[in-house]
């Protein structure tokens, strides 16, 4: 079976679709059949992150709806990278509960043929109904916060959402200013570990190369001199069952 790793955060706005795009890439550098789907049916973002959102006809709604079949609508991405892209659809459709349920079945239906080595899900921000469906019971939930008290407290609650469904969690803590941490202007990181009370799978630094790349249509991943391009590495060789170290500030 494909493993499914499933990224989600308690509030919009953290880097979840950075993070999903990017881990993604990864992944398909260390020579895995990757599948990255956007499950946000209000505000799929996924296919832009990826510099692709004109290079499609089809998503997922469409197989849904029954105008196409589901390998017209994905796509391969990223060049040589077996690396591919179930998008989003365009609109959020009449039926979200119906198209969720599709969803749902379609991934199960995926990890169970094992055509792809990893599945990972760009979720919707937030906990409750219709977001905790993605947390499929054996999945590794990627919670993504950022150190401020409201992400932390958001994270909470993601993080016990997914616990509740038998999920593995973990924590990355994204756009890091160790500056601002050492003159107690930031939340410390052990802290925000102890307060989320899940395991670290990653620290990203604050980037400015970030921003550039999106605008650009380009990954961290694929953008020179990126501070946070090893971030991703090894958050990706971590959900490939590697251990490796955490990113150093200090």
Known sequence: MSKLTVIASGKGGVG????????????ADRGRKVLAADCDLCLK???????????????VCDVFEGRCDLKDAIIQTGGDRQLFLLPGPLRSPADRNG????????????????????????????AGSGIDDYFIKGAHVIVVATPDVT????????AAAAYAKGCDVSLVVNRINAKMIE??????????????????????????????????GRLICDTKRARSKKAYVNIAARADGEFTELYRFW
Not at 16 to 27: D, E, F, V, W
Not at 45 to 59: A, C, R, T
Not at 151 to 158: N, R, T, V, Y
Request: hydrophobic share 40%; charged share 25%.
């Open 45 to 59: 973002n996924l296919d832009i992150v990826f510099g692709v959102s004109n290079d499609h006809i089809w998503d």
């Open 151 to 158: 992400s932390i407290h958001d994270a909470q609650a993601a």
């Open 99 to 126: 198209l969720t349920d599709f969803i749902l079945k379609t991934v199960k239906d995926l990890l169970e043929k094992g055509e792809y080595d990893h599945i990972v899900l760009d979720c919707p921000s937030g």
């Open 183 to 216: 003159e107690k202007k930031a939340p410390d990181i052990d802290e925000m570990i102890d307060t989320v009370g899940i395991r670290l799978s990653g620290l990203i630094p604050e980037d400015p190369k970030a921003s550039e790349a999106l605008n650009a």
């Open 16 to 27: 979840k679709t950075t993070l999903a795009a990017n881990l993604s890439a990864c992944l």
